[in-house]
């Protein structure tokens, strides 16, 4: 019973250094970056934001295919999205690149649009890899660690 309290301490602990790794600097960055892309266009946050997230999840494959590597490195891997400004800033450009693009009697709609797929996407998005895991793994004899 010990052993498990001191575990269920350090994930915490360490869920404490990931969320300050991958907030601290987009609360610095969030200040400029809007102004900047008014300045320089929105689709270069884009695609900055997206290879960061692309980067990020090579970080976290590679330290599941290096299971011996600590644990710390996991923290490297919010590093490129915290750059990058973070998912506000990303976000930010959405909502900014849809005003940009959208006359104003349509704007209301193509937010709500844009809010419900996100929405959809995010509640459907575990039970659904749930479903496809299983299924691949009763299929190809995937197994779950």
Known sequence: MRSLIFFLFQVAQFGVYKTLVANVLPIFFSFYLGAWCDLFGRKLLFKVYLTSRILEQLVVVGCAYFLTSPKEYLLFANLPTAFAGGF?????????????????????????????????????????????FTTLSKSHGLKSM
């Open 88 to 132: 506000g800033v990303y976000i930010m450009a959405v909502t900014a690149f849809l005003a940009d693009i959208s006359p104003p009697d349509t704007l209301a709609f193509r937010l709500g649009m844009n809010h419900l797929a996100s929405s959809v996407g995010r509640t459907s998005a575990p039970p659904l890899g749930a479903y496809i």
